[in-house]
């Protein structure tokens, strides 16, 4: 068999996972490549050097890579949230014709909060928010003002501990010099470096970029719509939209509609123009438009070998370089549409707002020219029900009713134990966890337990293929859950979003501590997050500005350092002495959710509400029949 990344046979992911064996730098020792005198491999315990050649120690080195990899994390969020900011701006100046400002309400409601002003005309407060979420990126003093968004108990905390972000761009550079050669050596003045970064992403580039695209594509509102391989089409030119940033693909999806490309497909042969998302690109349309989704992170390979897609249009973050090969032994066409990124084999059309229409198009002709290309079509029948669009808004809306719209009423639930707290379960899918499997042992487990699950990114589209995420899924909730699921219409699984709406979960949590009755801060909140099948630095950023926030997360997989003994106990106990919050790791989805469930009942204690209802222990009969 060849090997993979030469020659010969294509190997999708989950092959390529098995042939390669992992590293063991990162999991069992610390590795630092940052000089030249390395690179260097320490380890405190087993055989080998103690300290890197200049003298690093392991927690150094640890928590370093820690701040490195959440700084890469930071950006690739931020610099999305960027694009969109500009994109923004050009609508509010009238140069951006394929795009208009949809919320209004939410743009006055932005202004309002943002001190922008109360301007009549729409376009005139959209240049003012613009103006001011630019001004986020590159203030170099004083404290970001987004931040301002956090309960005043947290602000307080992070004043105290230095940690309000000041812009991000300067965040995510002061990260990187800070963890050049020989600059800052303390492993947690460095975590505390790492927190300010991630919480530049978390207040700041994702609530940026989460608000901009609402008022742009709409804030969402609950819709159903189907997740799997099996949405896509025989009959139909496929497209599948991949990647991060939905601006073109809101495009694509209002002209794929239009009764000129239905004819056009037609005189090909085709029925139609059938667009599935895969990836955050999908959990965008699919929130706003119910466009169906072809699936997560680990099935883009596999979409292609379908033999039914016409053309995949990808653009930035988490696509796969192996996709190029793989396409290039179907009809496929692969195109990249960003400015920043190209794979080699693929072909580039450069999307931008002014062009946006006429790029559209041009995709759009080539996908249902290429459809009479077709060989072998071989698609998975499944497609799974969903319901998806639950944001901070249609959150409070479906929680609190139609009248009394307030986060109230989720606390009194909470307060009276039928939901006993909510995890936030998020994150990617790796072919080293489960590949998407642990996700529903550890969220059933969860909702059996009468917590309600908050979910976005691909761990969303995980538990969605496990038919989670539908209000029938209520029937495997605890009892307290499930009445309150039925009473409302909700699953008790909610998906919120794509990975930059994590900031969706903080803002809904910062919502909780202002309705009362939960404590003061973000930290007293039955709450946990966990990103049990996490591969992307971006997981590590959304991770650590949980952790910033005062909510403790869980990591599967493996945790990067966590050799160091210093450095594990700085990163899964110190840190709650500063932030209220820590990391815990375990990549067992089970103990996983033990653990969280442990976490909320501690929180519980802690609140003075821990005996109103008791916990159900599922045993091994009981878990089988949820699991049918
Ligand atoms: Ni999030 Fe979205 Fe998926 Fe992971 Fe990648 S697509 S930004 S990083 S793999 S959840
Ligand atoms: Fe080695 Fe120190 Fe250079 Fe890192 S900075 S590679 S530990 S010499």
Known sequence: MDKPGTTGRVIPALDRAREIKPCPLGAGESCCRVCAMGPCRVTESGKGARVGVCGATPDTIAARNLCRMIAAGTAAHSDHAREVVQTFCAVARGTAPGFELCDREKLSRLAAQLGCGKAEDPAVLAREVGKLFLGEFGRQEGELALAALAPPRRLERWRRLGLVPRGIDREVVESLHRTHMGVDQEALHLLHQGTRTALADGWGGSVIATAVRDVLFGTPRPVRSRVDLGVLKPDCVNIVVHGHEPLLPEVLVRLAADGEMTARARAVGAAGVNIAGMCCTANEILMRHDVPVASHFLQQELAIITGAVELMLVDVQCVMQGLAAVAACYHTRLVTTSEKARIKGARHVEFSPATALDTARELLYAAIDNFPNRRRVDIPPQAVELVTGFGQESIRHALGGRFRGSYRMLNENIINGWIRGVAGVVGCTNPRAASGASHGVLVRE??????????????????????????????????????????????????????????????MAAEMVRAGGLGEDLSDLPVAGCAPEWMSEKALAVGQ????????????????????????????????????????????????????????????????????????????????????
């Open 545 to 628: 500005y949980f952790i910033g926030s005062g909510i403790s997360v869980g990591l599967g997989v493996y945790f990067p350092g966590a050799d160091s003994k210093e450095f594990a106990a700085q990163v899964f106990e110190g840190l709650t002495q500063d932030y209220g919050a820590a990391w815990f790791f375990e990549p067992d989805p089970q103990a996983l959710a033990r653990k969280i469930l442990a976490h909320i009942e501690e929180k519980r204690r802690a609140l003075g509400i821990e005996g109103r209802r008791e916990r159900v222990l599922y045993d091994m009969k009981m878990r089988r029949r949820l699991d049918v």
């Open 446 to 507: 969860l909702v059996a337990n009468d917590v309600l699950v908050l979910v976005t990114g691909c761990a969303a589209l995980a538990c969605a293929r496990d038919g989670l995420l539908v209000p029938e899924a209520a029937d495997s909730a605890g009892p307290g859950l499930r009445e309150v699921c039925e009473a409302l219409g909700i699953p008790p699984v909610l998906h919120c979003g794509s990975c930059v709406d994590n900031s969706r979960i903080l803002m």
